[in-house]
């Protein structure tokens, strides 16, 4: 298991709740994949390194002080090493945890930013990132050690960035509440008058600063959202590509088709082909297209798949 402490005790080290399936150890990292049974609560404790969760299957909640989030299948959080929280598993659970040596910190804090606090990371970049460490995790083959620490630190990049965003204490209250519904309800039918009234806002008051916080429209982040969670079910399970549309929200496969590709450069069968790719080293790298969208380019050994 990986060593915590609990928040009133320095020496002492418990061992987290779960099974652990899987284990690697690569070089200054320590990856475990734990299953959690359902209705599990951890009290508050403290790891004693920097933490990343990777969450394959099943939703938990996790509390930092006031603030509590919901973690679901896809989701990528980071937490500083001594940060006291507690997580409650409402649902049979698996994850991929990564252990972060001080050192490679430390030396990161030399050359860039490097995350300061919680943070849960979901844009479709971490999504792909996070999906490829897992496929390099479970593969043991002589390259994969390399590419799992290219990865994980192409993920730390990833939550550096996210210390630009704007500080939450700044965000009003029912913007705060606006954004979860929305994180928690982007597969339902879901209209701007219905989250402004629960929040108790004008629509067009919503539409504004939702935009200005989140620098995303309400209606791009539910279609965000959804492709994330069907690249998530595309590269963790055999689900067909109708049935996955369908799920996601999409009105067909070629609606999920058309936007997947226009989201991740790819479609949706090649990123399921890539996501589970042996034997060849892949890379991330990001461009833009003149109408703002984001694009990845995969790279798999020496040709690049847009």
């Not at 910190?105 to 490097?114: A, H, M, N, Q």
Request: glycine letters at 6%; hydrophobic letters at 40%.
């Amino acid at each position: 298991m990986i060593p915590c402490i609990a928040p009133n005790s320095k020496t002492t080290p418990q061992d987290a709740a779960g099974e652990v399936l899987k284990r690697r150890s690569i070089g200054p990292y320590i990856l475990t994949e734990n299953l959690y049974s359902d209705t599990v609560l951890l009290a508050k404790h403290a790891h004693r390194h920097a933490f990343l969760t990777f969450v394959i299957e099943g939703t938990f909640r996790e509390r930092c002080g006031a603030r509590s989030i919901v973690c679901r299948p896809g989701a990528l959080r980071f937490l500083p090493a001594g940060e006291v929280h507690e997580n409650e598993f409402e649902s049979r659970v698996r994850c991929l945890h990564v252990w972060i040596d001080a050192a490679v910190l430390d030396g990161l804090d030399r050359r860039s930013v490097v995350p300061r606090r919680p943070t849960e990371i979901s844009g479709l970049g971490a999504t792909w990132l996070a999906n490829r460490l897992y496929a390099e995790f479970s593969r043991e083959d002589t390259a994969s050690g390399i590419a799992v620490e290219g990865l994980i630190l192409e993920i730390l990049a990833e939550i550096a960035r996210s210390e630009t965003k704007p500080d939450p204490a700044l965000i009003p209250r029912w913007l705060k509440r606006a954004t979860e519904i929305v994180e928690a309800r982007f597969l339902e039918r879901l209209s701007l008058a219905e989250i402004a009234s629960e929040v108790g806002v004008h629509y067009v008051h919503l539409s504004r600063q939702f935009h200005k916080y989140n620098r995303v429209t309400v209606g791009e982040l539910i279609r965000k959202r959804r492709i994330q969670y069907a690249s998530h079910l595309l590269a963790h399970s055999a689900t067909p590509l109708a049935e996955i549309a369908l799920i996601c929200g999409f009105s067909d496969q070629s609606h999920l088709s058309f936007l997947f590709k226009r989201y991740m450069g790819m479609s949706p069968s090649k990123f399921r082909g890539l996501a589970g790719h042996a034997g060849e080293e892949l890379a991330v790298s990001e461009t833009w297209r003149g109408n703002g969208q984001r694009r990845l380019k995969v790279l798999v050994g020496p040709v690049a798949v847009e």
